[in-house]
């Protein structure tokens, strides 16, 4: 009896502290837990709804519209966008920023719309639309040649193509050079050699050339030698004595 | 209770809470004995990474950073930067016009352009050593609240 009240007393005394400090370890932790846990699923859900809504911009044609959705094709696929009451449409028309109301949107309008894109619908909310007028042309290359009597250059890009730019009363011209920056310039500074960038609309009916909005002259940097066909009119062209 | 009883009570007490000490402090204890490294490889140039610098690219090329494709900007005036060579001039081409920049020493470069409503299609050109290379951002620009 005596050994079996022994044997009870120290099994209790051994098995109480560790029952407490077990029970008081578990309760810290378990806490903490909690509110990790909780903090976790708030940054998830957090992160969904951002994913499942972002501002987004998408370029392209119009393929069909309605009075409250309307479905753009772009280059990569078709998006369906869904037109808000409070939608804004703008249009540059005649140089002015014009506003305008969705049944002015048609088939076939070059748009560009921006609104908040939904991932699970696949739709995007449009909040704005602007109707895109034509874009000017772009080109980048080196003058071959100067024609001073049509006020024209042709210019030839990296790939090998030659477009023929027409020089306006309206182009703006402008010289780089590192030491002087960037200066206005004229259709006399534009030599053969020179590196240009051209920004110009293209000409109806006659493939490969450009009217000019603005030239950007770098000067001739890529190093290549003034072509023959240029100097050999410069030569006709000069007095003889 | 005896002196036999009261014995067996605190022997017990202090094993118990020994035992429940180790289970405790145990882990945190073994956890912040650190053993030492033992390397047997013989030292080279290679495992001192400070001794050797990051050699500079030579190949020509033009990168754009900022901004990213298919970015919508905030407003009108858009800061285009990114890395090249060093001394490389790069042009910064917008929609209404264009900045011309020199590389700097680390080979990066911003220029500014001003943006239209709508779509803008800005490219970077760059020219060395009689070569020239472009890339193109497309970035959206609009004065509505979206």
Known sequence: MKKYMLFSLFSLFFLFPFAVAQASSEATPSTNQKQLNDLKDRLATKVAELRQLQRKAISGTVKTVSASTATIETATKDIKIELLDDIAIAQVIKGTRTKLTIDKLEKGDQVVVFGEFDATLDLLRAKAIFIESALPQRIAGTVVETKKTDYTITVKTPEGKQYTVDIETITKISAWTSDKGMTKAGFSKLTSGDSVHVIGTPVAKKEDRLSALRILDLGNLTGRPIPTEQVTQKSATTPSQ | ?146
């Open chain 2, 1 to 146: 209770m005896n002196r036999d009883a009261l014995l067996a009570t605190l022997i017990g007490l202090g094993v118990g809470l020994v035992i429940t000490g180790l289970l405790l402090v145990g882990p945190t204890l073994v956890k912040s004995i650190s053993l030492p490294k033992f390397s047997f490889s013989f030292p080279s140039a290679k495992q001192n990474p400070s001794t050797s610098p990051t050699p500079a690219p030579t190949e020509f090329f033009v990168s754009i950073d900022s901004p990213l494709a298919e970015d919508i900007a905030a407003n009108d005036e858009l800061l285009v930067s990114g890395k090249t060579l060093e001394g490389t001039i790069v042009t910064v081409q917008g929609p209404k016009d264009e900045d011309v920049v020199t590389a700097k020493t680390d080979g990066a470069y911003a220029g500014k352009v001003m943006l239209i409503e709508g779509k803008n299609d800005i490219t970077v050109t760059a020219y060395k050593d009689g070569k020239q290379m472009s890339q193109t951002v497309t970035v959206y620009f609009t004065p509505e609240e979206i």
